[in-house]
């Protein structure tokens, strides 16, 4: 009888790349297509431009306890120009406009 421990096979740079970016695409908070992987060593690299700090978060925790990872570098960037226009985190359109010193909700 063998009992020699089994170890789990190493996974690759790119198995993790592809991993990591399967998780992304299903990952609600996220955009799709919004954040780029990169995997050097079992260190992920995150970029891209997202609306939202919340969006950032979400991307970071959803690949960092995957397989063959060590650690996770966030180099995403918030695109102000979104999240200026008086846009929710939803798409909604609610802002405040003022008309004649008198603020309207539109």
């Known amino acids: ?12 740079d790119a ?3 592809r991993t990591a970016q399967s998780v992304l695409q299903w990952t609600p908070l996220l ?3 919004c954040v780029k992987v990169k995997v050097e060593n079992g260190w992920i ?10 969006q950032k ?8 306890h995957l397989a063959g990872v060590s650690g996770v570098s966030d180099m995403m960037t918030i695109d102000s120009t979104v999240a200026n226009a008086g846009h929710g985190p939803r798409g909604s359109a609610y802002q405040l406009d003022v008309v004649d010193n008198m603020t309207v909700a539109s």
């Open 1 to 12: 009888m063998n009992t020699d421990k089994l170890e789990p096979a190493a996974q690759s």
């Open 45 to 54: 690299t995150l970029s891209g431009n997202v609306e939202w700090e919340f």
């Open 31 to 33: 955009p799709p297509d």
């Open 15 to 17: 198995d993790t790349a």
């Open 57 to 64: 978060k979400a991307a970071v925790r959803a690949v960092h």
